[in-house]
């Protein structure tokens, strides 16, 4: 009788990574400038061209964050003053949206689970043609983060809590132009 061949143990393949998992590379404030900005070559050659934002009778804002009670507090303004409210509660679903949707202005939140809001910022950056206008709130208080996100070209940084009057200005200021190239503008704390 042939000896009983021992049951072989196969090891679980991890699942493949998507193509959209493989980009989140440190874009960190401790990343390097010219990482973070850039991207490689090949990635910009690759990106996709977004369009310029189309004229449209109210512009579109796209809110990109976690916080619920956040978000329906700054929908609830901006609605009532005219604009039309996209929503995304964490950093992919905001990069889906705004490639989607062609926002006029993005507001994004720093920290979000999925993707933060400074992964999401440069790779707005990086893959569209046209800019985006975008705005980054944050709880943060320290300036190596505002500085991050001024070099990748951010439009406003507004610190956590702030006055809905402070957003609104921010959101009329950006979109005060529309349509055209996005405004140099000063940063303010």
């Known amino acids: 009788m042939p000896a009983p061949k021992k049951a072989k143990r196969v090891a679980a393949k991890k699942p493949a990574k998507p193509a959209d998992a493989m980009e989140q590379e440190d874009v960190s404030p401790t990343a390097s400038p010219a990482r973070a900005a850039a ?7 690759a990106a996709k ?16 964050d976690d916080d619920e009670e956040i978000v329906e507090s700054m929908r609830a303004v901006l609605e009532s003053k005219g604009f039309e409210i996209l929503v995304a509660r964490d950093g992919n679903q905001g990069l889906l949206m705004a490639e989607k949707e062609n926002p006029d202005l993005v507001v994004l939140d720093m920290m979000m689970p999925k993707r933060s809001g400074f992964l999401v910022l440069e790779r707005l950056r990086r893959t569209r043609t046209v800019p985006i206008r975008v705005i980054m709130i944050t709880a943060n208080e320290g300036s190596r983060h505002k500085a991050y996100a001024e070099m990748l070209g951010v439009d406003d940084y507004i610190r956590k809590p702030f006055a809905m009057d402070r957003l609104l200005a921010s959101v009329q200021r950006l979109l005060s132009d529309l349509p055209g190239d996005a405004p140099a503008s000063p940063i303010h704390a």
């Open 39 to 45: 991207g490689s070559p090949a990635k910009r050659a």
């Open 49 to 64: 061209p977004a369009a310029a934002p189309v004229p449209r009778e109210r512009p579109r804002v796209l809110l990109v």
